[in-house]
């Protein structure tokens, strides 16, 4: 039932738009909530741009590096989510839409050191500051992702911006009125 894990790396890393995507609602019931595990993670050899005139991102994988053998590669921070139903995924397919396609993946999940920041948003928020950071990889974990196929022509080249969402688009998105609610 809630054996589905996925990583997410744009909007439906703040918790409040994930939980209305696939609980209809921004601020959910303290049973849905507990349904669910997030934690924050990292993808290698993926870069996440903006899609040109949205406020969301798409990611794509690295086929070659630009600086092959000088240190780490490109890579994504993001969330992943363990809980999650088949009707939750079937959700999450219709927000995403067209524009991805899911794929599997091996994502390294953050060592979690502390608390962080009261509730659910403060926690994620917390443990995603603290691994862009420096904190520590711990252990890989399979899981599935969106990846953007259409077409990197409709990617800007600058990275997407979690804060900047946040702080500009964050409250538009959790009131609007979307058609999968």
Same mark, same amino acid.
Request: net charge negative; proline share 4%.
């Given at each position: 039932?809630?054996?589905?894990?996925?990583?997410?790396?744009?909007?439906?890393?703040?918790?409040?738009?994930?939980?209305?995507?696939?609980?209809?609602?921004?601020?959910?019931?303290?049973?849905?909530?507990?349904?669910?595990?997030?934690?924050?993670?990292?993808?290698?050899?993926?870069?996440?741009?903006?899609?040109?005139?949205?406020?969301?991102?798409?990611?794509?994988?690295?086929?070659?590096?630009?600086?092959?053998?000088?240190?780490?590669?490109?890579?994504?921070?993001?969330?992943?989510?363990?809980?999650?139903?088949?009707?939750?995924?079937?959700?999450?397919?219709?927000? /995403? &839409?067209? @524009?991805? #396609?899911?794929? $599997?993946?091996?994502?390294?999940?953050? *060592?979690?050191?502390? +608390?962080?920041? !009261?509730?659910?948003?403060?926690?994620?928020?917390?443990?995603?500051?603290?691994?862009?950071?420096?904190?520590? /990889? &711990?252990? @890989?974990? #399979?899981?599935? $992702?969106?990846?953007?196929?259409?077409? *990197?022509?409709?990617? +800007?080249?600058? !990275?997407?911006?979690?804060?900047?969402?946040?702080?500009?688009?964050?409250?538009?998105?959790?009131?609007?009125? /979307?058609?999968?609610?």
């Amino acid at each position: 039932m809630g054996d589905h894990v996925l990583f997410f790396y744009g909007t439906l890393m703040a918790p409040q738009i994930l939980h209305r995507v696939i609980h209809g609602q921004a601020v959910p019931e303290p049973w849905q909530k507990a349904l669910l595990t997030i934690k924050p993670a990292i993808l290698h050899d993926y870069r996440r741009h903006r899609v040109q005139g949205a406020d969301y991102p798409g990611i794509v994988p690295v086929s070659e590096r630009d600086d092959a053998g000088a240190g780490p590669g490109p890579s994504v921070l993001g969330t992943v989510v363990w809980g999650l139903t088949d009707g939750d995924v079937f959700r999450l397919d219709r927000f /995403e &839409g067209s @524009e991805y #396609e899911k794929r $599997t993946v091996r994502v390294r999940v953050f *060592e979690d050191e502390g +608390e962080g920041e !009261e509730g659910e948003e403060g926690k994620v928020r917390g443990l995603l500051l603290d691994a862009a950071e420096g904190a520590k /990889e &711990g252990k @890989e974990v #399979e899981a599935v $992702t969106y990846v953007w196929t259409a077409g *990197e022509e409709r990617l +800007e080249r600058a !990275e997407w911006d979690f804060e900047a969402f946040k702080r500009d688009k964050l409250a538009w998105w959790v009131e609007a009125d /979307e058609e999968y609610s």
